[in-house]
């Protein structure tokens, strides 16, 4: 298929070029009135876009007779067909080839302006747009849509299924990164963050589905010791739920507390949330904590957190190994694109996800039906 744009200044004048180029096979694909020209918004000229396509194969049968075949040959009519075979995967090719320049040319053309998509897909941008998504990001995600569209007749579909084709976009981008809670195959799950994203609150959530829906016995040990509160308010949560509670001030301390819960299937640690842009609080998690074979890290970081400090966030513990990200305050926000650009970006999936105060409610498993179901809203 060839898929051409062409710019007049009336629907009939650009109908005409698509006629005397494509032919009256031609079929249009889209079309829609811009504005070009002009000085900081004056003078402008309103113009008809038209975006045509045409089957080669239909074009050459309307202008070409097809002459009476003659028998030919075993050996000759096997060598046509192969070479039909050849021509064909090379329009093939090509026309991959014009329908990836044509949505590369949309998109650097609109950049620099108000992006423009057809249909439902400029809805969908708009919203993914609002959702923070990252633009290198939000142009991929655009780019296997505008494909979509093209290739199956957008214009005719229903929004429901437009929907659904981006739903399905960001299944593929994200099926390569391990979505779903804890499942207990370590005996110790670290938890880790800056100050003020919920480390505590989510522990004992965690702890809770641990202990009430999974019948595993848990116990706590805190490094948390920079605030005295932190401590009193895990020592509350214990209580509450009848685990202990161990508190280390340092590696050896750690290594007494692992020994004294030797007999509990899941040990929560919580560590103490400071200035994470201090690359010595790292360190000194090192110092306490004892990142071994038996542990798994989860990162926890708040979604009303700007996307550049979670990023900055994410880079410096790069110093352990962070397996999952917890996503917390999903409640106190309307923008879930940091949900999509840390996978994509770190290449790590997610935990948890947490809505609320609320012990032992207010968290889910995450998946990746939950986080698009939250980013793509119709």
Do not use: C
Not at 94 to 123: A, F, H, R, W
Request: hydrophobic content about 35%; charged content about 30%; aromatic content about 8%.
């Amino acid at each position: 298929m060839k898929v051409k744009k062409y710019t007049a200044k009336t629907m009939p004048e650009a109908m005409a070029k698509v006629r005397d180029e494509l032919g009256s096979e031609a079929v249009i694909l889209n079309s829609k009135q811009i504005s070009t020209g002009g000085f900081l918004g004056f003078f402008t000229k309103n113009m008809i876009e038209v975006i045509a396509a045409i089957d080669p194969d239909i074009r050459k049968n309307s202008t070409t007779k097809t002459p009476r075949k003659q028998q030919q040959p075993p050996q000759e009519r096997t060598m046509k067909v192969k070479q039909v075979q050849v021509d064909e995967k090379k329009a093939i090719m090509k026309e991959i080839s014009e329908l990836k320049k044509l949505i590369q040319d949309v998109n650097s053309t609109n950049s620099q302006t108000v992006q423009q998509y057809p249909g439902y897909l400029q809805e969908i941008y708009n919203n993914l747009v609002q959702q923070e998504v990252e633009k290198i990001y939000l142009l991929k995600i655009m780019e296997s849509l505008l494909i979509r569209w093209y290739s199956e007749n957008g214009e005719a579909q229903t929004k429901t299924a437009v929907y659904d084709w981006t739903k399905h976009t960001l299944r593929k981008l994200l099926e390569d990164k391990s979505y779903g809670p804890f499942q207990y195959n370590k005996r110790f799950l670290n938890v880790v963050g800056p100050t003020g994203v919920g480390k505590t609150t989510t522990l004992a959530k965690i702890a809770a589905k641990a202990a009430i829906e999974h019948g595993k016995k848990v116990a706590f040990i805190t490094t948390d010791t920079y605030r005295i509160s932190a401590i009193d308010q895990l020592k509350t949560y214990a209580k509450i739920l009848n685990v202990p509670v161990e508190v280390a001030y340092s590696i050896k301390d750690f290594t007494e507390a692992k020994e004294k819960l030797n007999d509990y299937d899941l040990i929560l640690v919580d560590s103490a949330g400071r200035n994470f842009r201090n690359p010595e609080y790292v360190d000194q998690l090192r110092e306490v904590i004892d990142f071994d074979n038996e542990m798994e890290t989860h990162l926890v970081l708040a979604l009303t957190s700007k996307y550049g400090d979670m990023k900055k966030i994410v880079e410096q513990f790069a110093r352990v190994t962070i397996h999952k990200i917890i996503f917390t305050k999903l409640d106190e926000t309307e923008s879930y694109g940091a949900m999509l650009n840390i996978p994509f970006e770190f290449n790590v999936g997610a935990s948890y996800l947490t809505t609320g105060q609320n012990v032992p409610d207010d968290i889910d498993d995450a998946t990746h039906e939950l986080v698009i179901d939250r980013v793509v809203r119709s």
